[in-house]
C-alpha cells in the first residue's frame, strides 16, 4: 500500500486540516494509517505535542505513536526551518528525520507525511522540501486554491516535482467557491488542462476550515479515497 507526501502550493493552502482529514477517513476503510509532520514552526502549545499542527493529524487517526516519531523537528518561531535556525541558532541532523521515517513506515500500513510551507521552503540553505520527498522516495498529492494567482503558484510547484523527480498522484484544490469570480470557477479545469495532472478533489470553501468534522465530510463526498489505498 502506498504512502504520501502532502505537500502545498504556499503556506496556509490547507495541507494540514486535509491531510488530517483523509486520515481520518482512510482509517475509517479499515486501514492502518500512521501520520507524520517531519518539520514543524511556530509557538509551541502549552499541553500535548508542541505543534498543534502534529497535534491534529495524530488525533484524526488516532495513533498513538509518540511526539518524536510524529514531529520528529520542532523549532518555537513562526518561520521557515532555515529562518529559524540562522536567528536562534538552531541546528539539527536530518537523518533523525529518516529514522523516525522509516520506523513510521514500517509500524503502519500506509503514511501520510505533511510538509511545511511550500515545496520549496527552505530547510537549510540549500536544502528544501523538495529534496526531502525526493529522499523519502514518495509520491505526492498537491493541494491547491482556486482563488487568482492559484495557476502560478500551482504551476511553479507541479514544475517542480517535474524537475525533482518526484512523482505525482494528484492534485486537491481547497476552498472551491462556487459564487467566486472567473479565475476560481475555471481554475481546477484550467489547472489540468495544462499540467495533465489528475485532479483527486475539489473541496467546498468552507468559513471553518479547521472543524475536523466538517473537513472529513467534504472529503468522503470530493475524493476517491479507494483511488489512494489501491
Keep these: 500500500m502506498k504512502s504520501y507526501f502532502i505537500t502545498g502550493t504556499d503556506t496556509g493552502v490547507g495541507k494540514t486540516s486535509i491531510t488530517a482529514a483523509l486520515a481520518a477517513c482512510i482509517k475509517k476503510l479499515g486501514v492502518d494509517v500512521g501520520v507524520m ?7 509551541p502549545q502549552k ?3 508542541k505543534s498543534s499542527d502534529a497535534s491534529v493529524l495524530s488525533q484524526a487517526c488516532g495513533v498513538d505513536d509518540s511526539e518524536d516519531l510524529v514531529n520528529p523537528v520542532f523549532m518555537p518561531l513562526p518561520a521557515s526551518p532555515y ?4 536567528i536562534l541558532d538552531l541546528k539539527f541532523d536530518k537523518e533523525i528525520i529518516f529514522e523516525k521515517f522509516e520506523k513510521l513506515k514500517n509500524k503502519h500500513e500506509m503514511l501520510l507525511v505533511e510538509g511545511i510551507g511550500g515545496i520549496m521552503t527552505p530547510i537549510s540553505r540549500d536544502y528544501f522540501v523538495a529534496d526531502l520527498i525526493k529522499a523519502m522516495g514518495l509520491e505526492t498529492i498537491i493541494v491547491t486554491r482556486s482563488t ?15 524537475d525533482y523527480k ?20 475555471n ?8 499540467t495533465n495532472v489528475p485532479i483527486l478533489g475539489i473541496l ?7 472543524n475536523l468534522e466538517m473537513m472529513i465530510s467534504h472529503v468522503e463526498k470530493n475524493i476517491d479515497l479507494k483511488s489512494l489505498i489501491s
Design 37 to 43: 509532520k517531519p518539520i514543524a514552526t511556530g509557538i
Design 47 to 49: 499541553s500535548g505535542f
Design 83 to 86: 529562518d529559524v535556525s540562522k
Design 148 to 162: 487568482l494567482g492559484t495557476l502560478n503558484h500551482t504551476m511553479m510547484t507541479v514544475k517542480t516535482c517535474h
Design 166 to 185: 518526484i512523482p505525482i498522484k494528484g492534485i486537491i484544490v481547497n476552498n472551491y467557491d462556487e459564487k467566486g469570480g472567473t479565475a476560481e470557477k
Design 187 to 194: 481554475s481546477p479545469s484550467t489547472i489540468y488542462e495544462i
Design 204 to 210: 467546498p470553501f468552507v468559513r471553518d476550515y479547521q
